[in-house]
């Protein structure tokens, strides 16, 4: 991990607490992922002149100021899945002017967030509380025979060998997209996608609404409702309803840890 070299105000002040506490200097700048340098020159700054403030340098004037700071820091801790576009979206709202992207990452570092996958935590359910949980997934199924994740083993230099090839038709027939749930006290219907791309707002208009939302109110106020990782189950869009409907949800993320 490459290490900054200077420190943002509300860090400088949290080294010179860590300092006074009696933390050595290479431990703060591990903790602050700074260089040791930095935390040497701020220690001697505040015993010379006894305050924290950086000189000002000769480069261009920050666009946002201390209030602006602070605030995308104080959103990212509240809601920590936030984007950093959608907090330079918000941050621009409330300033009044509009604050780019790279500004906002910047602030964040500054302050000591980065963007980290989440740790996970193994936890071990009981039998009783996966029972509460409705599975779903949509399998395709091709109609034409043969599948392209098909492998064989061939020496070097043989791939267009003739036992190496696998003829398939240039037109493809297409294949089925179903839907289904499952729930140790029972299963959703099949439902068949009537072609085209499985988009955010048909998996929320097809299966959320008419076939979700019914099942889950039907299990009880315990049950939760699991999907993997598509692109269209982790949209904005989707994870709105959710929240609109009070439906709390596991991910394959979830069900893995």
Not at 85 to 96: F, I, K, V, Y
Not at 216 to 244: K, Q
Request: hydrophobic share 35%; aromatic share 8%; with cysteine.
């Amino acid at each position: 991990m490459s290490r900054r070299n200077h420190l943002h105000d509300e860090m400088r002040w949290r080294a010179l607490g860590m300092l006074q506490a009696g933390a050595r200097q290479f431990a703060v700048a591990r903790d602050l992922n700074v260089h040791r340098s930095v935390i040497h020159r701020l220690w001697n700054h505040y015993q010379r002149d006894q305050n924290t403030s950086r000189r000002r340098g000769s480069g261009r004037r920050r666009i946002t100021t201390m209030s602006d700071d602070r605030y995308p820091l104080q959103c990212a801790r509240r809601r920590r899945t936030l984007t950093a576009r959608q907090l330079a979206s918000q941050l621009s709202a409330a300033a009044g002017r509009p604050i780019s992207r790279q500004t906002v990452s910047r602030r964040l570092q500054e302050g000591g967030d980065f963007a980290r996958r989440p740790f996970c935590v193994h936890r071990s359910w009981t039998p009783e509380q996966w029972g509460h949980v409705l599975f779903t997934d949509e399998p395709r199924f091709n109609i034409q025979n043969g599948s392209r994740r098909a492998m064989i083993w061939r020496e070097p230099g043989t791939r267009y060998g003739e036992p190496n090839i696998v003829e398939r038709d240039h037109y493809r027939s297409g294949g089925l997209l179903v839907w289904a749930g499952i729930a140790t006290k029972g299963r959703t219907d099949l439902y068949v996608f009537a072609g085209g791309s499985v988009t955010a707002v048909r998996y929320r208009d097809e299966i959320l609404h008419p076939l979700v939302r019914p099942f889950i109110y039907a299990m009880g106020t315990d049950a939760i409702f699991m999907d993997d990782n598509a692109r269209p189950h982790r949209s904005r869009l989707v994870r709105n309803y959710l929240e609109s409907e009070t439906m709390p949800w596991l991910d394959l993320l979830d069900h893995r840890t």
